[in-house]
């Protein structure tokens, strides 16, 4: 819908979007500044400035990148302390039990997002797994492992971050696995591919992918080993899947850190894919949000003319630059890093931004009442 002109002072006529030809923006602004992702209040109305509220906020979008790859299973690993289950947010329904009582609403491992993470500890066993067999791949079918993880030492042994199907085994599970050296390693029980040793205290970005034929394995965004010929078989038994864990009848190898964003697809990820995925996982885009609210034009007659502006939002995608949003006469919106051309525009905000295209600065430019 678009914004909408009207007259309640003195009777004037105005035709939707549009603003008569004597009608001028008001010149008598005063200028306020505010600290990164401000939020405005609303001014006291008056003659020639804008009444409405504007906020910024970080957006991320690494979950509608997951689901656009339609997973078999995803867990976000944000539940609240107390929970018991770890929620499907594939659609498929297939949520996770939390075994041994880890720490829920550890802080996330994604950028600009406020959705939390898992902390596991080996000494307790805990671990979260299911045993359904829906939806999960079997035999030699394609197959990818996702998650972010964060661990403070290298561990005393071999732990397991994410498994599929039977690891007692060979062939009939495919893992992500931690070493006593640090490097992460796919494994299907019979063909490891490793990293090289990992940071501690840092978040990483894994993903294992078997696409029928060979295997790959992705850290932070590289192809850090493969393509590697392999012979999957996935087959089940017992605990089909399993975070923290090794999976199968006997749980085990469990993982001492932070897990977050797990996903199982019933496809192999594309390079592109994981590219996709690293890069919504790392940044987050600001978004402005724009609350409805009056604008008033102060004619050249004297009376005024009112603007009813429509609740909007824009975002921010140039990096190392200043956005401006503008109000147009017309009513329209005007969003970008230089001003509206439109002769008497009226200027809201401006939000610079930083080298990730993130806002860092916004100020309130709203002619105020005088």
């Not at 796919?186 to 034929?213: F, M, P, W």
Request: proline share 4%; with cysteine.
């Amino acid at each position: 819908m678009p914004n909408t002109l009207h007259g309640p002072f003195a009777p004037i006529n105005v035709v939707q979007g549009v603003t008569p030809a004597n009608a001028t923006w008001g010149n008598n602004a005063q200028k306020q500044s505010s600290t990164a992702l401000a939020s405005f209040n609303p001014d006291l109305i008056g003659s020639g400035f804008i009444l409405t509220g504007v906020a910024a906020s970080r957006h991320n979008s690494y979950a509608s990148n997951v689901l656009a790859d339609s997973p078999a299973h995803y867990y976000r690993l944000g539940e609240a302390s107390g929970s018991l289950a770890a929620v499907d947010s594939s659609g498929n329904g297939q949520s996770l039990a939390y075994n041994g009582g880890p720490t829920l609403g550890a802080g996330g491992l994604l950028t600009g997002d406020t959705d939390t993470a898992v902390t596991f500890t080996s000494a307790s066993s805990q671990y979260a797994a299911g045993i359904f067999t829906a939806g999960l791949p079997s035999g030699a079918a394609a197959v990818s492992l996702e998650c972010w993880m964060k661990f403070a030492a290298n561990p005393a042994s071999t732990q397991f971050l994410l498994n599929v199907g039977d690891r007692s085994v060979a062939t009939h599970s495919l893992a992500l696995v931690l070493l006593s050296t640090g490097v992460v390693q796919l494994s299907n029980g019979t063909t490891l591919l490793n990293s090289a040793a990992l940071s501690t205290g840092t978040r990483h970005h894994l993903v294992g992918t078997y696409d029928g034929t060979n295997l790959r394995l992705y850290v932070d965004n590289v192809l850090v080993a493969g393509p590697t010929a392999a012979t999957n078989a996935l087959a089940y038994t017992g605990n089909t899947i399993t975070i923290g864990s090794q999976s199968g009848a006997t749980p085990g190898a469990y993982y001492d850190g932070q897990i977050d964003e797990a996903a199982v697809y019933g496809s192999a990820l594309s390079a592109a894919r994981v590219t996709a995925h690293w890069t919504a996982g790392t940044t987050a885009t600001t978004q402005l949000d724009v609350a409805s609210g009056t604008a008033y034009l102060l004619q050249s007659d004297g009376t005024n003319a009112r603007c009813d502006v429509v609740s909007t939002n824009f975002t921010t995608v140039t990096i190392n630059t200043t956005y401006f949003l503008d109000l147009n006469p017309d009513g329209s919106w005007s969003w970008g890093t230089s001003h509206s051309g439109v002769t008497n525009h009226l200027t809201v905000a401006s939000v610079a931004t930083d080298g990730s295209g993130n806002a860092v600065g916004v100020t309130d430019l709203r002619p105020l009442n005088p």
